[in-house]
């Protein structure tokens, strides 16, 4: 009996320390690895500023002394910080130390959500260039729906970036056409946003439509209120807001049948970014109802302070 | 005996499954990749309710994330200090408020800097209108809820608006936090929308990861101790489990009828009142019937095109063979 | 010899800058958390500050005026990936002296810091 008290006594009490000791691990591991992912950054950021390429041996001793996912959050920590001639040494680093190497060789031993993560690191590497000797295979996966592969390869080779996307069988979230464009951004690719608009692929569309909104392009109005119109609801309601992002004419009647089309939800959002770019009820009050147009001047309103005369 | 033995094994059945939905979907929305500038200029209005102080007001200034406001609301008569105190530090104005049913004044900064803060005094007697009277004044249609002290982690909005861009426009959406004091996030009109996509969302809307384990520890404690009391044969240790189990339901009910919470308990019972919902709601799915009018998939999260290969059972495929660098 | 103090809440970017900057000749001083940043600047004059915490100067912490208190008024640039108008004029309404986007060519980002800080204060 005293002894299985003692047990019981040292489970009760065995547990919960097992967990903060787990959890003390934890922290003392991530400041550990901020310390090791500082040195490396460090170490990296030396190399690019030398005046001379850094030997083979420096940049292969990365590897030695630090862990691969260390140098592989670096490497992508600086790539995202930096362009120019810079981001060429920085290619060159991460070539000589079979960073993308690595991660295809780790793609394949992987599956699911890991395999995605992977992909996603691969992605965020500079000008890997095994990645684009091995784009074509890649293909075959984005067109099975892949999108973190996809968006490896048009990191590998964003000159094709449209062809990749418009191949690509999935529906694209904003989310993912986010990501697509910081890459090619990163890349330093310019893409003509008109012949995007122009396309019949809802893919190419999306990322047309984001573009003009990101970049506030005015020019790109008449093909907004052309996908306004748009069968895909998604499209639709993507280009209404980009059309009032870029501050066009939302008095028109395929605005008008647009919003009809639009759950409840979103024409309360259609609203409120009518209201935040600085719209006067008159530019669409015939779209909207009573109680929809009572809002919108509340909204108004609510930015404006009252005056008391006495 | 026998009932006691069953039931912990049911509660510890329920903990691993909750925790490894949780693990699941967890993995799955840390896919989403951490865009800290606009995502398709989505915003987000994070609303707190009768905070005591400003931590919570200066944790959402502290956010990265360009497009997103935050909406301070409090009984600003009783507290006269909190107000000046706002009033200096961000230079507020008073603005039109008649459209806010019982407010008392709405403020918003002159200066461009805090022009993403809005204040509004609203009396403690109307605290169950809080959080229409923060809709009714939200600059966006994403609209973060935080109650009394809840300060938020960082990057949670631009966290919050990445998982939104994830998903199609026209559901509605809803994020909720494991661990917690009263936080969650929606989109769009959730309690009219005909499909609700609902989330788990991780540490990053409140709190910090490390009382997760408190939190676990509470929930395996209890029925660790009860089988082990069985096995064991100690009637002390089954006595001491079923006091906790009684004192946990005691304190659940009575932290519901609270407004404001306290740090540790709060998260506490939020992982227990998440827990519960939990096994309510697949207790209901296994029965045939539907709760709030959410499909089965309650919890789950299909990732987005996800090719057939991407199924946790396919053995995985080698396709990349190494080949030597230039 | 020129001081210059590099303030980050990420250990990483304080060692990028650092890095990039390894051909200034300047004195450097890595700050780590805000109120060691107000430290340094109020025990010792300070010429430049180079800082991505944006948030320190738009959370009505007046860290424009303690960073600038004690006699050391530095030049404050500020690096940052967001580009959109409302944060540019925000930070310099503040008061910050100049807004570096990232991502940044290494050698423009010398060139500015060598030659820029020299200008009024």
Redesign the interface.
Known sequence: MISRMDEATTLLVALPLLLVLIEGGGRVYARLRTYLMARCVAQISNMIMTEEEPSDWAMRSLRWRYSMRIVIDSVHFVAEKIYGDALYRLALIAEVCELDRYLLEMVGCRQSVARAKLYSKLSCLPYSISVAEFAEDFVAECERGDFYAMAAVVSARPERAVKYIGRYSGELSLHEVAVLVMILRRTGTAIAYTPLLASQNRNLQLVGIYLCEHFLLADAEPHLQRLVESADVEVSYLALQALCSVRGDISTPQVGSALSNLAPHQRNAFLLRAVHNCYSLRSCAHHLTREECAIFSQRINSYKSRIVCN | MQLIFILSLVWLVGAIWFVSWWHRTYRRTSLVHLLREDVGHIGVSAIVAYPETSAPLVALLEEEYPRSEAIFIADLQQQESLLSELVVRYHLVKVNHLHLTGARALYRSRRRTYRRVVVVDLPATHSLQAFDVGKAVASYDNLLYLRGESVVEPNALAYCANVVASQPSSRGLQLRSVVGADAYFERGDVANSERVVRLCADAPLAWRRGAQIFALTAMFLPSAMILSGHLLDSKIMLASAVVLIVATGLFLYVSCCVVTKKSLIARLDTVLRNFYRFMVERIATIRGSRIHDTPPCLFRVRVRNRPAHYREDSPPKRSHPSRPMP | MRKIVIHSLR??????I???L??VEAFFVPSSSREELFRICQTSKCDLLLTDD??M??????AINRIRQGGSLPQIFVLS????E??V???L??GVNQFIA???????LCKKVSTQYKKFV
């Not at chain 3, 250990?11 to 990028?16: K, P, T």
């Not at chain 3, 100067?57 to 007046?62: K, R």
């Open positions: 250990a990483e970017f304080r060692a990028l650092r890095g990039l390894s051909n944006v948030r100067f738009m959370n009505g912490s007046d990936h967001d580009l959109s409302e944060s004029t925000s930070l309404e503040e990232l991502p940044v060519a290494p050698d423009r």
